[in-house]
T-cell receptor
Framework: LAKTTQPISMDSYEGQEVNITCSHN???????ITWYQQFPSQGPRFIIQ???TKVTNEVASLFIPADRKSSTLSLPRVSLSDTAVYYC?????????????FGKGTKLSVKP | NAGVTQTPKFQVLKTGQSMTLQCAQD?????MYWYRQDPGMGLRLIYY???????DKGEVPNGYNVSRLNKREFSLRLESAAPSQTSVYFC????????????FGAGTRLSVL
C-alpha cells in the first residue's frame, strides 16, 4: 500500500494561492490520488481526485507529474474558512480494496 | 439524505466498561471503515469491511472488535475500555462503482476515565 508524506503545517494569508505537496514514491499503477479536507470536530470530506496530469473542480486543482510519485493540491485565493487539515490519500480505483491509509495531513492556517 | 450516521456523538466510560459504537450508511455502499483520531494526529484505520459479511484488521485493531451487521451497518465494540482508547472515532463508507471516495460520519467522541 502506498504511503504518503506531507508537510505537517503551512501558513498563508487570505487571497493567496496555497500549494500543498504530497509524496507517494511507491504509488501503484492502479492507484488514484485523493485529497480530503477536515475541519475541527468534523469528519473529513472529499475535495478532489486524480490519476495523472491536472484535474480542476470548483474548489481546487490537483497537479500530478508524469511519474506520479508526488501530487500538489492547489487552493486558489484562500479565505479564513479554508483553515483546516488536508489529507492526501492513495488507493486503488473502484473494486473492493478496503485498506486505505491516511497520512498525518497538513494543517493549513489562513490568516487575515 | 443522511449519508453516514454515527451514534452516540459523545460517550464517557470508566476503565473496564464495554460499549458499542454504531454506524449506518444509506448510500448502498459496499465498504465501511472505522478510524480513530487522536489529538493532533491523522486518522488511523482500526478495522474495515470490504463487503457485507467480511471484516479485516487495519493499522490499530487491538482492543476492538467489529460486526458488519448488514450492508448498512458496521459497529465497533470496545470490550474492556482503557484510557488509551480515549479518542474521536470516525466511521466511513465507500461505494463499489465509484472511485475510492470515502464518506465520513460526524464522529463519536469517547473519553475513558
Amino acid at each position: 500500500l502506498a504511503k504518503t508524506t506531507q508537510p505537517i503545517s503551512m501558513d498563508s494569508y487570505e487571497g493567496q494561492e496555497v500549494n500543498i505537496t504530497c509524496s507517494h514514491n511507491n504509488i501503484a499503477t492502479n492507484d488514484y490520488i485523493t485529497w480530503y479536507q477536515q475541519f475541527p470536530s468534523q469528519g473529513p470530506r472529499f475535495i478532489i481526485q486524480g490519476y495523472k496530469t491536472k484535474v480542476t473542480n470548483e474548489v481546487a486543482s490537483l497537479f500530478i507529474p508524469a511519474d506520479r510519485k508526488s501530487s500538489t493540491l492547489s487552493l486558489p485565493r484562500v479565505s479564513l474558512s479554508d483553515t483546516a487539515v488536508y489529507y492526501c490519500l492513495v488507493g486503488a480505483y473502484g473494486g473492493s480494496q478496503g485498506n486505505l491509509i491516511f497520512g498525518k495531513g497538513t494543517k493549513l492556517s489562513v490568516k487575515p | 439524505n443522511a449519508g453516514v450516521t454515527q451514534t452516540p456523538k459523545f460517550q464517557v466510560l470508566k476503565t473496564g466498561q464495554s460499549m458499542t459504537l454504531q454506524c449506518a450508511q444509506d448510500m448502498n455502499h459496499n465498504s465501511m471503515y472505522w478510524y480513530r483520531q487522536d489529538p493532533g494526529m491523522g486518522l488511523r484505520l482500526i478495522y474495515y469491511s470490504a463487503s457485507e459479511g467480511t471484516t479485516d484488521k487495519g493499522e490499530v485493531p487491538n482492543g476492538y472488535n467489529v460486526s458488519r451487521l448488514n450492508k448498512r451497518e458496521f459497529s465497533l465494540r470496545l470490550e474492556s475500555a482503557a484510557p488509551s482508547q480515549t479518542s474521536v472515532y470516525f466511521c466511513a463508507s465507500r461505494g463499489l462503482n465509484r472511485e475510492n471516495i470515502q464518506y465520513f460520519g460526524a464522529g463519536t467522541r469517547l473519553s475513558v476515565l
